[in-house]
């Protein structure tokens, strides 16, 4: 593996994510689209959503209840690449998926 490049796993990667407001001040969502490799070689996506929120000086997560992550978690059959901005190119205009 390079220097910057993403990490893989067999069981997924982080394609991009995406920040949505909750309408309170100080609480943030971040859907975090990951992407798989199923049976057959077939691509299937997953959405989670994940809470943040503003304690101190820095943002912290908030853990599902019972720390289930499955709870959060969303498959998608097609999501609109357009949504999400990929983590390699966070910092650009061109980060779309």
Known sequence: MKGGEPLRADG??????R??????P???TVRV?????GEGGAVAFTEYAVSLVWHGDDWRLVAPAWGDWRSAATALSRPDPAGYTRYDDANTTAGRI
């Open 12 to 17: 997924g990667w982080v394609a991009g994510y």
């Open 19 to 24: 920040l949505a407001r909750t309408g309170e």
């Open 26 to 28: 100080g609480r943030r």
């Open 33 to 37: 689209l990951m992407r798989s490799t």
